[in-house]
């Protein structure tokens, strides 16, 4: 992702009910999120036009409602799921790297947050097709 164009979400918040035990999956937690999309910004810059990039308003709004109605017991579960989303729902998004973070997570030490961050690419026969 070093040599494309970013958009940038960062510090995005929902409440949610994941976890791996079921109280976890009851009580539910805040969930942060922050997403870099590999897009190629050139169209935007030229047009001045939202159609000529990724709204990152509707990325923000599909990380949230995946977080919300769909449940999961790992992190790692939910984030391969928002990045699976992304890609297939914003086809100029070449990759894009989440971090997940549960904020002051249940376990026998104190944690700020725990979290996962994961890179997700497409396809090289997907990039040559579109």
């Not at 929902?14 to 079921?22: K, L, P, R, T, V």
């Not at 922050?34 to 939202?50: Q, Y």
């Not at 919300?68 to 928002?82: C, D, K, M, P």
């Not at 297939?88 to 998004?93: D, I, S």
């Amino acid at each position: 992702m070093d040599e494309a164009d970013h958009i940038l979400i960062n510090g995005l918040e929902f409440y949610a009910y994941h976890g791996a035990s079921d109280h976890e999956q009851t009580v539910g937690h805040r969930y942060l999120v922050d997403v870099c999309l590999a897009v190629d910004t050139r169209p935007a810059a030229a047009s001045d036009r939202l159609s000529d990039t990724v709204n990152y308003s509707r990325v923000a709004k599909r990380i949230v409602q995946v977080g919300t109605e769909e449940q999961f017991r790992l992190l790692e579960a939910l984030v391969g799921r928002l990045a699976e989303v992304i890609l297939a729902e914003f086809p100029a998004v070449q990759s894009v790297r989440l971090r997940v973070q549960k904020v002051f997570p249940p376990m026998n030490a104190i944690a700020a947050s725990v979290g996962v961050e994961i890179t997700r690419r497409r396809a090289a026969t997907e990039n040559e097709t579109k």
